[in-house]
């Protein structure tokens, strides 16, 4: 004879949790969030003369060092609620490194909208090696800086937390004068973990 087969409400339940859970993420059809720069404000810019041995390599401006906040606005169009790892935020002026911002862990709800602060440093000796590139820029009030970021993370879900990672690539143009974003394209793309 067959085994026995003890019912149990619970199990029941939870089996067709996950499964409606599962479902519902695989029809929902993972969006790419958005991200788009707001606004960037200036926490401490510090001047220093060059040092003997930067004298030496050509850089005779004053170097810059600056503190940032960026003020990033995110976009989650999904249907569940996501969370995030920590991570770092790449900042490029002329094809090189120029700083970098933390991107400190979180979560969003779905279908939401939410403003991130981040703190950014942009390294001043770089900026120096670009110092004739830079001075036009900030004559024509007008720099074109890139930007470069992973964020990995999970959907939340009651069982299950399927693993996805964002890869944004970004083109600002901003006024180095005034610091306001003039005009930006933003390129996100989204990789999902299903194991």
Not at 51 to 59: P, V
Request: aromatic fraction near 8%.
């Amino acid at each position: 004879m067959g085994k026995k087969f003890n019912w149990s409400w619970s199990s029941a339940l939870i089996g067709a949790t996950a499964a409606t859970a599962t479902t519902v993420f695989f029809l929902a059809k993972p969006k790419v969030p958005k991200f788009r720069l707001v606004s960037l404000t200036a926490l401490q810019i510090k001047f220093k003369n060059p040092t003997h041995q930067e004298h030496n390599d050509k850089a005779k401006f004053p170097r810059l060092d600056a503190d940032l906040i960026l003020t990033v606005h995110v976009t989650n169009p999904n249907i569940l609620p996501v969370r995030y790892s920590d991570t770092s935020l790449s900042i490029y002026y002329d094809g090189s490194l120029l700083g970098s911002a933390h991107v400190p862990a979180g979560s969003q709800p779905p279908n939401s909208c939410q403003l991130l602060r981040l703190q950014a440093r942009l390294n001043g000796q770089e900026l120096a090696q670009h110092a004739k590139r830079f001075i036009g820029d900030v004559t024509k009030r007008k720099m074109v800086i890139g930007a470069e970021v992973d964020i990995c993370g999970w959907a939340n879900t009651i069982l299950w937390g399927p693993r996805f990672k964002v890869h944004v690539d970004s083109r600002i143009v901003v006024d180095p004068v005034l610091l306001d974003v003039i005009d930006q394209d933003n390129e996100s793309t989204l990789q999902l973990f299903v194991k």
